[in-house]
């Protein structure tokens, strides 16, 4: 097993350098790990914007680094003040103690620094099992083939030894990283492994506004990035895709992502295992939604009963053609958007053009109310399929998408 293999490099050098090193280092170093592991991650959100003007905006290592370098920087300044100590110790017995006190003084310090030394190892082998439980959950998730980066194997590898050693609970025993990540994981894991949830996912209420901005359209449309994700390319490909780097690279882009999934892991987990929201079901006009050309037609042959088939296909024409692309989208911070509008209306009545209209919908009594930004109101109603809305005199009908 190679944590057991870590175990005994650690425990064998460490004793070394503890013999070597003496007891005033090495528990001046003992005290640096201590202080180092309790302050390396409140102290490493000062770190975080140094590392934006150095140019670091990969977010792993952006999240990774700043606490190994707080850790770094005390081990410095306890080594450098364990080394002043030292020195004026070795000085007072070597010139001032007499050569019997020197020896027994030589004596006792490398042994109890063999015996630090070991307190040491344990130490860091916690440490390194905590670095390995947290990042190897994370690179396991999304784990492919040997196409992986071999640091990412080895990680893997390390992962899964410890969780057969059972090391994974001393990992566990000093774990304080939030329960999110972990969610996040489990997500990032789901997601990757099950290309076919981008549909459910790109219908998720809480993503619709994200779903609304270019980059993430762009990337949905992407052929050559859906062909990746399907046959199963390394993460790391598909995190290199030119149009996901510029998302990764874009410090404002990925503070939105997070800043909107980080309310709803919980609640999106359970929509993309089973198509539920618990949270934003009981709102039923959240969603997209395609207009219903049928119903339109149905329409119109209530209001001119005796309409002839001649009109009827003329005016079937136009509305298939003018209503083609119309949609509604109503999201989460009640904003809708009611997207390629035409001028005409069911009749055909009206001039050619589509346009985007905003709006503003509320829930009053569990009826709809929707203000438009063109100062137009319109009651709507919306069950689990099927939404109906009141605009320009017009009722329009739209289906939910799937």
């Not at 050569?99 to 030589?106: P, V, Y």
């Not at 999934?261 to 079901?281: F, H, I, M, N």
Request: some cysteine.
């Amino acid at each position: 097993m190679m944590i057991w293999l870590l175990a005994l490099v650690l425990m064998a050098s460490l004793a070394g350098l503890g013999y070597r090193q003496g007891a005033i280092r090495v528990a001046f170093s003992s005290v640096a790990i201590i202080v180092g592991a309790l302050v390396a991650v409140p102290l490493g959100h000062f770190l975080k914007p140094v590392l934006g003007w150095l140019g670091v905006k990969e977010p792993l290592l952006v999240w990774v680094l700043p606490p190994v370098i707080v850790f770094v920087i005390v081990s410095i300044l306890f080594k450098v003040a364990a080394m002043a100590m030292h020195q004026k110790v070795e000085v007072h017995f070597k010139y001032h103690a007499g050569d019997l006190r020197l020896a027994l003084w030589e004596r006792m310090n490398r042994r109890l620094g063999l015996c630090l030394g070991q307190f040491n190892a344990v130490a860091y082998l916690i440490l390194v099992c905590f670095g390995i439980y947290f990042v190897s959950y994370a690179t396991i998730q999304v784990a492919s083939s040997d196409k992986d980066p071999r640091w990412m194997r080895v990680v893997d590898t390390f992962g899964r030894d410890l969780q057969e050693t059972g090391f994974n609970r001393v990992a566990a025993s000093i774990n304080h990283v939030s329960p999110m990540y972990y969610q996040a994981c489990d997500l990032a894991g789901l997601i990757y492994a099950n290309p076919l949830l981008e549909a459910r996912l790109s219908q998720y209420p809480g993503f619709l506004a994200l779903g609304e901005r270019s980059e993430f359209q762009n990337l949905g449309g992407d052929k050559s990035f859906a062909e990746m994700w399907q046959r199963g390319a390394p993460v790391r490909d598909l995190l290199q895709y030119p149009q996901v780097q510029m998302m990764v690279q874009n410090p404002d882009t990925l503070k939105t992502i997070w800043r909107t999934a980080k309310p709803d892991l919980a609640d999106l987990q359970t929509y993309l295992e089973k198509g539920v929201s618990p949270k934003y079901d009981p709102e039923k006009i959240l969603g997209r939604w395609s207009f219903d050309t049928p119903y339109a037609l149905i329409q119109v042959r209530k209001a001119k009963p005796r309409i002839t088939v001649k009109e009827m296909r003329k005016i079937r024409a136009i509305i298939e053609t003018a209503f083609a692309n119309t949609s509604l989208v109503a999201m989460t911070d009640h904003h809708l958007i009611l997207k390629n509008m035409p001028q005409v209306n069911l009749m055909g009545v009206g001039s050619p053009g589509t346009q985007n209209v905003d709006g503003q919908w509320q829930n009053v009594n569990g009826k709809y109310q929707v203000t438009f930004s063109d100062g137009g109101e319109a009651p709507a109603s919306a069950d689990n399929d099927r939404l109906k809305l009141h605009y320009r005199g017009m009722e329009l009908v739209f289906d939910r998408e799937i």
